[in-house]
């Protein structure tokens, strides 16, 4: 079978280029045009993350470049006014920097990125020190995983595990990484539960049950009166 994918580790990139924080300003651009990212880890000491600069935070040089801001847009937009005179990556990047762990789950990942809005994360150890990043296209690489792989996982993790002996009255088909089950089970409550789990597997997109409870005794035929 192959590798699961299941932390940041298993799919971040470790091979991460960073800028300390006396990086001019325009050696932050040609570094991210070299590199063709949209924002670099700032680094200070042995390698901590202190900050990160994005392109959002080099923008506003560009867009108060022609005209002096407003009052109402510096009472407004302070810390943009601000990075439009910035010169070092110090002064440019965001800080405290946004960071995951390597061990974070992909979903925490990708939850982060979600509610912040954010394309890139910084991986970090518990001291803070840069082990790698992670961007959105990294975090898609679940779902290259094969039908094969996915449904050996469905079989062993979830189905034999839960139902034991009675496994064998359910199959397991993959196609496009939409997860089907079929087959009948003794107690439906626990087909809620089933579903939960197969859709908590990396690189599932979906999950559909073609399941039946068991078939109804037979009360064989009925006995004549006297």
């Avoid at 900050?51 to 923008?59: P, T």
């Avoid at 997860?179 to 559909?208: C, I, K, M, Q, Y």
Wanted: glycine share 8%; charged share 25%; aromatic share 2%.
């Amino acid at each position: 079978m192959e590798h699961s994918l299941h932390t940041v580790s298993d799919v971040m990139t470790q091979t991460v280029v960073a800028i300390g924080q006396e990086a001019p300003f325009k050696e932050i651009v040609e570094t991210m045009e070299q590199w063709k990212v949209s924002a670099l880890p700032v680094l200070a000491g042995e390698g901590r993350v202190i900050g990160v600069v994005s392109e959002a935070d080099l923008l506003p040089k560009e867009e108060f470049r022609e005209s002096e801001p407003s009052r109402t847009a510096q009472l407004h937009r302070l810390d943009e006014v601000r990075k439009a005179g910035a010169l070092t990556a110090g002064e440019l990047m965001s800080t405290p920097a946004l960071t995951v762990h390597a061990d974070d789950t992909i979903a925490q990942a990708a939850r982060t990125m979600a509610h912040k809005s954010v394309k890139r994360l910084p991986v970090v150890d518990g001291q803070g020190l840069l082990q790698g990043v992670v961007s959105r296209s990294d975090l898609l690489k679940v779902f290259l995983r094969s039908d094969g792989d996915l449904a050996e996982e469905v079989r062993t993790e979830i189905i034999s595990r839960l139902f034991g002996d009675a496994s064998k009255d359910l199959t397991v088909t993959v196609a496009d990484g939409v997860v089907t089950l079929h087959g009948s089970v003794r107690n439906t409550s626990l087909l809620p539960a089933v579903a939960r789990l197969v859709r908590a597997v990396e690189g599932v997109v979906d999950v559909a049950l073609d399941v039946t409870g068991p078939a109804p005794a037979s009360t064989g035929p009925p006995v004549a009166g006297p």
